[in-house]
C-alpha cells in the first residue's frame, strides 16, 4: 500500500457527498483535526486497560500508535480502525499476579497469545472467514466476550473502588449519565470527560479535605495519602522515552514500564483463551466496517485478525499492552461519515508523540485508583453485557440444551473465584481461561452428543451486530 490519497476533498464538496472512503481523504487540517478525534475517542480506554494490567500506559498510547501504522500496512489500507489496548487480557493478567507472576511474566504470555493469533489470522485468510463460524458459533464467542466482562469485577472490587469508594461511585454516576444522556461528542467521548471530571474532583478534595485514608493498590494495606499524586510530574522530562521497569519513584510506589517479556508456559495458559474474544471481536468489526462503506470485506478477515496478532506481539514484546481494533474509533468513523485511513495515520503519529512525552506519561500515571474504579465498574460491565447482545442479535435460542448447558457452566466457572484446577503446587488453572474451554469444549461436545442421537437443532448463522 502507499500512502498517497486520492479524490482529495474541501469542505464544500463534503457537504455535497458525505461519505469520505477510506482511500481518500478531506484537506489535511481537516484529516489532522480528525485524527486528533481519534486520538480522544481511543484514549480512555488505552489508558486504563495498561492499568488494569500492571502496565506502563505512556508505553501503551506510544505503541499504539506504532501498532496501528503497521495495521494499517499490513491491510493494505482496506480496513480503517485504530489499534488500542485490548481488555482481553486484563483477567488473564490478574489470575498471573495472583500465583505470583510479575510484569515480565504477563507481556510474555501475551506475547505467545498473539503468535497464536496471527497464527490463526494466516488460517483464515486461507480457509475463509466461514471457519471462524463453525469453530466460534455466536452462542460461543457471546459466552466467551460475557465471561471475559464479568469476570473483571473482582479486579475493581479488590484493586481499585476500594482507594476512594465515593470518588469512585461519582464517577461511575458521571459516566453512566453522560453515555445514556450525552449526544454527539459527549456520549463519544463519556469515558475521557468521565476520567477528566474524576481527576479534577479527586483535586479537588485533596484541597479541601486533605489526605485519605485508603488502600494502597501494591502493599494492600491502609495508608494516608493524596488522591492526586504528583510526585514524578515535577522531574519528568517533557521529551523522552517511557521509563525501565525497575526501581521505586519517592513514595515508593514501583516503577514500571518497558521491559523484556519472560515466559511460563503455565501462565501462557491463562491467557491463550483470549484470543478467541480476539478473534471474535475482529471479525465484528470487520463486518460493522464492511456495511458502513459497502465493501464486500470479508478477504481482509484473516488479514486483519493476523495483523492484530502480529502488533500485539510487537507492543508486548517491549513490555506494552496488547491491542486490538477499536470500537470507539468505529464509533466516530459512523457518526461523521469520515472513513479516511489519513485520519489513522494521523492518529497514530499524534499517539506517538504524547508517547515520547514523560511528563505527559506522569500526568496519566497520576490518575486516582477512585477515578479508574468507577469508569472501570462501568466499562466492564459493558464488555460482559456485549456478549448478550451478541446472542440476541444472532437469536440464540437458549431453550436448546446445546445451547444452555455449556454456556451456563462456563460463565459461573469464570466468575466463581474459586473454582480452578490445580497442577501441582504452584499453577491453577482458573477463571477466563477455566469458563473459556468448558464453554467451547462443552459445546462442540453437546453438539457432537447431539448429533449421536439425533436432537442436534440447526446449525446457527451468525448476523451482523448493529
Not at 488479514?303 to 514484546?317: F, H, P, Q
Not at 486490538?324 to 494521523?346: D, F, L
Amino acid at each position: 500500500m502507499t500512502l498517497e490519497f486520492n479524490a482529495r476533498k474541501s469542505g464544500r464538496h463534503l457537504r455535497e457527498r458525505p461519505v469520505v472512503l477510506p482511500e481518500q481523504r478531506l484537506s489535511w487540517p481537516r484529516t489532522i483535526g480528525f485524527g486528533a478525534q481519534h486520538v480522544v475517542a481511543m484514549f480512555g480506554a488505552t489508558f486504563l486497560f495498561p492499568v488494569s494490567m500492571g502496565l506502563d500506559p505512556q508505553l501503551a498510547i506510544m505503541t499504539s500508535g506504532v501498532s496501528t501504522i503497521l495495521f494499517l500496512l499490513i491491510v493494505r489500507g482496506r480496513v480503517p480502525s485504530y489499534l488500542g489496548s485490548s481488555a482481553a487480557f486484563v483477567g488473564g493478567a490478574a489470575a498471573i499476579y495472583n500465583q505470583g507472576g510479575r510484569e515480565a511474566d504477563v507481556t510474555g504470555s501475551i506475547l505467545v497469545a498473539g503468535v497464536v493469533l496471527a497464527l490463526v489470522g494466516v488460517v483464515i485468510h486461507f480457509l475463509g472467514a466461514p471457519v471462524v463460524e463453525a469453530v466460534l458459533p455466536p452462542v460461543v464467542t457471546g459466552a466467551v466476550v460475557m465471561l471475559i466482562g464479568l469476570a473483571l469485577a473482582p479486579l475493581v472490587g479488590q484493586k481499585f473502588w476500594p482507594q476512594d469508594p465515593w470518588v469512585a461511585f461519582a464517577t461511575m454516576v458521571f459516566v453512566t449519565v453522560l453515555l445514556v444522556a450525552g449526544r454527539g461528542t459527549f456520549g463519544r467521548m463519556a469515558v475521557l470527560i468521565g476520567l477528566v471530571f474524576g481527576y479534577v474532583l479527586s483535586f479537588v478534595l485533596d484541597r479541601l479535605t486533605g489526605p485519605i485514608n485508603s488502600i494502597d493498590p501494591n502493599t494492600l494495606t491502609l495508608r494516608t495519602r493524596d488522591r492526586v499524586n504528583w510526585s514524578r510530574l515535577h522531574d519528568a522530562p517533557w521529551i523522552g522515552l517511557p521509563p525501565h521497569t525497575g526501581g521505586v519513584t519517592s513514595d515508593g510506589t514501583p516503577i514500571v514500564g518497558w521491559h523484556l517479556p519472560q515466559f511460563h508456559w503455565l501462565f501462557v495458559l491463562l491467557v491463550v483463551p483470549a484470543v478467541v474474544a480476539l478473534v471474535a471481536e475482529n471479525l465484528g468489526h470487520v463486518k460493522a466496517v464492511s456495511q458502513m462503506i459497502d465493501r464486500d470485506l470479508d478477504p481482509y478477515v484473516g488479514r486483519t485478525i493476523a495483523a492484530d496478532g502480529i502488533t500485539t506481539v510487537l507492543a508486548s514484546a517491549v513490555g506494552s499492552a496488547p491491542t486490538t481494533t477499536y470500537a470507539e474509533n468505529i464509533g466516530v468513523m459512523a457518526a461523521t461519515r469520515v472513513y479516511s485511513v489519513a485520519a489513522y495515520y494521523v492518529a497514530a503519529v499524534i499517539a506517538i508523540v504524547l508517547g515520547l512525552s514523560p511528563k505527559f506519561g506522569a500526568i496519566i500515571e497520576a490518575t486516582p485508583g477512585g477515578v479508574i474504579g468507577g469508569i472501570t465498574v462501568v466499562l466492564y460491565g459493558m464488555i460482559g453485557l456485549l456478549g448478550a447482545k451478541i446472542w440476541l442479535v444472532n437469536r440464540v435460542d437458549f431453550g436448546e440444551p446445546v445451547n444452555l448447558v455449556p454456556v451456563a457452566a462456563g460463565v459461573v466457572v469464570a466468575i466463581g473465584g474459586g473454582i480452578s484446577l490445580k497442577f501441582g503446587d504452584n499453577y491453577a488453572f482458573t477463571g477466563i481461561a477455566l469458563g473459556s474451554v468448558v464453554t467451547i469444549g462443552g459445546y462442540h461436545l453437546a453438539r457432537f452428543a447431539a448429533v449421536l442421537v439425533g436432537t442436534a437443532p440447526p446449525k446457527p448463522r451468525r448476523r451482523r451486530l448493529r
